[in-house]
């Protein structure tokens, strides 16, 4: 009689990974267009809709952590998928805010200024700082864990 350890089965990184992936983007692209249709301003709606995007992102990590867990850095590539969705998504609407105001305004350097002391600064500037001090923790974490995170 031998005794054989248990392995668990690798999980499929695609299926697991690309439907989140789809589903943020779809999800960021609703939001930016909701900012857009109310006036173009960080509002109470923007960073409320945005509450609800990270609560799915929560719910759908808790569902699939058990499997993801099987994935080699797959936590850590979640991590990472959602930071660039979501700060990609408010960087480029404010990016297309900044370039049709410079051509509104007196110049870009107005724009500029306009767009800094708005609150497009906190969803651009401060959200990508510090969700990415925390993101680059996580993937410090993650690679002295050689891409397992038990």
Request: charged fraction near 10%.
């Amino acid at each position: 009689m031998s005794i054989t350890p248990q392995t668990t089965p690798a999980a499929n990184a695609r299926t697991l990974l690309l439907p989140y992936t789809l589903g943020l983007i779809i999800a960021m692209a609703i939001v930016q267009i909701v900012i857009a249709a109310t006036g173009g301003e960080v509002t109470i709606l923007a960073g409320a809709l945005t509450a609800v995007v990270a609560l799915g992102i929560v719910v759908w990590l808790w569902r699939n952590l058990r499997t993801l867990k099987r994935v080699r850095f797959g936590v850590a590539i979640a991590h990472v998928i959602a930071f660039v969705t979501v700060t990609t998504s408010f960087t480029l609407h404010a990016m297309t805010r900044v370039m049709s105001l410079g051509f509104e305004v007196d110049g870009a350097g107005d724009a500029a200024r306009t767009l800094l002391e708005s609150s497009w600064f906190g969803a651009t500037i401060v959200m990508s700082g510090l969700w990415g001090l925390g993101l680059l923790i996580h993937l410090v974490g993650a690679v002295l864990g050689r891409g397992w995170e038990d």
